[in-house]
């Protein structure tokens, strides 16, 4: 297993500063191979990166935490994505909006909530539950938001009765034997996020603000993970790893669909879709804002994972997004290139 064009991206990202360093994951069937290149930081002063660095996964907490204890409580018939969001949470207005159109983010959510950074997480959660809806988007447009899997995180609290976080902790991280995931990891265990000089180094610290303020109850951002744990969570997901408890594999495979309402806006329970022409299958991966990727292509059975640190030491970065779109495209004439060996 090479990934040369994949791993000459990202090399040439750290070369040409556009990240400190990375982290990444490369699975080819059973072949698996992960390192880290570049630095973990380089303000106020460089640091080395090192093998199981915790990275903000960012919004790839969406589909590693919150959509999997969703999938878990649909399997168990607790919750049905066809229902009405105001079935479970009644102080959600809108009776059209589905929990599927949360997960598929075609729920129309739209507005502003005046001082969202400074709320107290339950004024937050109470702000959110009444905004209004884009009826010309409801059902018709994917507009993409954290409102979606926050209020997500809000039903699973109400049917299981833990903070989603600590749901997403015992029902997926621990019986996943993850080795270092947490959402309460230890400052020195983490890859810093923004420097300034005012508030120092944000170190084992959200970055999101909603996640600041929801703590525990923020089901779109918040995990802390390694190349190490996503690599063991992207075989389930691969089909390599059994393990029912978290999710069956019938259910994983629901995953790789289009569950948008007419089947046509390429996104599944949580995760984003991206079909290639050559491809029968879709494959299914997410971002996180800090700058993080995950892609799962289970027809060919590889997956990249890559965990960087791109807002660091600042979040104007705006090289990042072209060179994350080339690297995503040597990933894919990699597995090409694999697939006629």
């Given at each position: 297993m090479v990934f040369e064009e994949t791993?000459?991206?990202?090399?040439?990202?750290?070369?040409?500063?556009?990240?400190?360093g990375a982290s990444y994951g490369l699975i080819n069937g059973s072949d698996v191979l992960q390192r880290q290149v570049g630095l973990a930081a380089i303000e106020p002063q460089k640091l080395e990166l090192w093998p199981h660095a915790l990275y903000d996964l960012a919004s790839v907490?969406?589909?590693v935490g919150t959509t999997t204890v969703a999938l878990q409580l649909m399997q168990s018939g607790k919750l049905d994505v066809s229902r009405p969001?105001?079935?479970?949470?009644p102080a959600f207005g809108p009776q059209e909006v589905t929990v599927l159109n949360l997960m598929t983010h075609t729920s129309g959510l739209s507005g502003y909530i005046p001082n969202r950074?400074?709320?107290?997480?339950?004024?937050?959660?109470t702000a959110i539950q009444a905004l209004p809806i884009s009826y010309a988007n409801?059902?018709?447009?994917v507009v993409y938001t954290d409102l979606g899997l926050i209020l997500t995180g809000m039903i699973i609290e109400k049917l299981t009765g833990q903070a989603v976080q600590d749901a997403i902790t015992t029902r997926v991280l621990r019986p996943l034997k993850l080795p270092d995931a947490t959402f309460t990891p230890l400052a020195d265990q983490t890859v810093p996020t923004v420097y300034s000089s005012t508030q120092g180094l944000l170190r084992g610290v959200v970055h999101d603000p909603k996640g600041q303020v929801l703590g525990r109850h923020c089901g779109s951002a918040g995990l802390f993970a390694s190349v190490e744990d996503l690599t063991r969570f992207a075989k389930l997901m691969l089909g390599q790893l059994d393990v029912p408890t978290v999710l069956p594999q019938t259910t994983i495979e629901r995953l790789y669909q289009d569950w948008t309402p007419n089947h046509q806006l390429r996104r599944?329970?949580?995760?984003n879709l991206w079909r290639p022409l050559e491809h029968q299958q879709p494959i299914i991966f997410h971002?996180?804002?800090?700058g993080t990727l995950f892609m799962l292509d289970r027809a060919h059975q590889t997956g990249l994972i890559f965990l960087s640190n791109r807002v660091h030491p600042t979040v104007r970065?705006?090289?990042f997004l072209p060179a994350r779109r080339r690297l995503i495209a040597a990933w894919l004439a990699d597995i090409e290139n694999l697939n006629k060996e």
């Amino acid at each position: 297993m090479v990934f040369e064009e994949t791993q000459a991206e990202i090399q040439r990202m750290v070369d040409q500063g556009v990240i400190p360093g990375a982290s990444y994951g490369l699975i080819n069937g059973s072949d698996v191979l992960q390192r880290q290149v570049g630095l973990a930081a380089i303000e106020p002063q460089k640091l080395e990166l090192w093998p199981h660095a915790l990275y903000d996964l960012a919004s790839v907490t969406k589909v590693v935490g919150t959509t999997t204890v969703a999938l878990q409580l649909m399997q168990s018939g607790k919750l049905d994505v066809s229902r009405p969001v105001h079935d479970y949470l009644p102080a959600f207005g809108p009776q059209e909006v589905t929990v599927l159109n949360l997960m598929t983010h075609t729920s129309g959510l739209s507005g502003y909530i005046p001082n969202r950074n400074a709320l107290p997480a339950a004024q937050l959660l109470t702000a959110i539950q009444a905004l209004p809806i884009s009826y010309a988007n409801l059902n018709h447009r994917v507009v993409y938001t954290d409102l979606g899997l926050i209020l997500t995180g809000m039903i699973i609290e109400k049917l299981t009765g833990q903070a989603v976080q600590d749901a997403i902790t015992t029902r997926v991280l621990r019986p996943l034997k993850l080795p270092d995931a947490t959402f309460t990891p230890l400052a020195d265990q983490t890859v810093p996020t923004v420097y300034s000089s005012t508030q120092g180094l944000l170190r084992g610290v959200v970055h999101d603000p909603k996640g600041q303020v929801l703590g525990r109850h923020c089901g779109s951002a918040g995990l802390f993970a390694s190349v190490e744990d996503l690599t063991r969570f992207a075989k389930l997901m691969l089909g390599q790893l059994d393990v029912p408890t978290v999710l069956p594999q019938t259910t994983i495979e629901r995953l790789y669909q289009d569950w948008t309402p007419n089947h046509q806006l390429r996104r599944s329970f949580g995760w984003n879709l991206w079909r290639p022409l050559e491809h029968q299958q879709p494959i299914i991966f997410h971002t996180g804002y800090t700058g993080t990727l995950f892609m799962l292509d289970r027809a060919h059975q590889t997956g990249l994972i890559f965990l960087s640190n791109r807002v660091h030491p600042t979040v104007r970065n705006g090289n990042f997004l072209p060179a994350r779109r080339r690297l995503i495209a040597a990933w894919l004439a990699d597995i090409e290139n694999l697939n006629k060996e």
